[in-house]
Every structure is written in structure tokens, then in C-alpha cells.
């Protein structure tokens, strides 16, 4: 079974940047794609940035495209989420999830799809 730690989050002001991390241990991480979540108080989680195992192939919402960039680093068992021109609405609880399962050549959008979790870092971001 893998196990995820996330870090990285803060507090910022809007306009910045952060990077969040996201380092694994257990089964073999490397190949399952991975995706960034993030759930704002009274809101249901939704999907941030996924990346395939290979790391070829990525994926943005809409509302994170072209200020977030995902990456991984397969020999450090780690996923990456660069953060830039933040927004007041970016703020909430990041969660960094591995899919279920193994190869996808797409990453998938649908929490339901993955089934290991971190237990999440808070980005918070001031007007």
C-alpha cells in the first residue's frame, strides 16, 4: 500500500507563488498516474492537475490553467504542484492522490478514481 505526505502549503499573498510536494512510500508510485485536489470550506473536493505515470501526460481544471504546473519526479517517488499567480479563490485544502489504477495514459478527473490519499496541506491566499 502507498503512502502520500504532502507539504509545502502557506500562507501567501495573492499574486505569489508556492510548491507543493508530494512524496510516497510503499507500493510502486511510479506507476500510477497522480492528481492534486483541493477542497475549500463548505465546498466538495475537486480536481486541481493530474499527471501520468510517466509523466508525459497532464491535465489542468480549467480554473488553474496556465498558472499551475504539475510535475514528478519517478526516482524520488514524488509529484509536484508549482503554484503561480495565486488568487484569493485558490485557497483551501491541497490533497495529493494516487489513481487505482496502474498505466492510464490520460489522467482522470474523478475523485472516485483514486483510492490513496495524503492527508492534505492548506494554501491559504490573501487579498
Known amino acids: 500500500q502507498v503512502h502520500l505526505v504532502e507539504s509545502g502549503g502557506g500562507l501567501v499573498q495573492a499574486g505569489g507563488s508556492l510548491r507543493l510536494s508530494c512524496a510516497a512510500s510503499?507500493?510502486?508510485?511510479?506507476?500510477?498516474?497522480a492528481g492534486w485536489f483541493r477542497q475549500a470550506p463548505g465546498k466538495e473536493r475537486e480536481f486541481v492537475a493530474g499527471?501520468?505515470?510517466?509523466?508525459?501526460?497532464?491535465y489542468y481544471a480549467d480554473s488553474v490553467k496556465g498558472r499551475f504546473t504539475v510535475s514528478r519526479d519517478n526516482p524520488k517517488n514524488s509529484v509536484y504542484l508549482q503554484m503561480n499567480s495565486l488568487k484569493p479563490e485558490d485557497t483551501g485544502v491541497y490533497y495529493c492522490?494516487?489513481?487505482?489504477?496502474?498505466?492510464?495514459?490520460?489522467?482522470?478527473?474523478?475523485?472516485?478514481?483514486?483510492?490513496?490519499w495524503g492527508q492534505g496541506t492548506q494554501v491559504t491566499v490573501s487579498s
Open positions: 492522490a494516487a489513481d487505482r489504477l496502474s498505466g492510464r495514459v490520460v489522467p482522470t478527473t474523478t475523485t472516485s478514481d483514486y483510492n490513496v
Open positions: 499527471i501520468t505515470w510517466i509523466g508525459t501526460g497532464t
Open positions: 510503499g507500493r510502486t508510485f511510479s506507476l500510477y498516474a
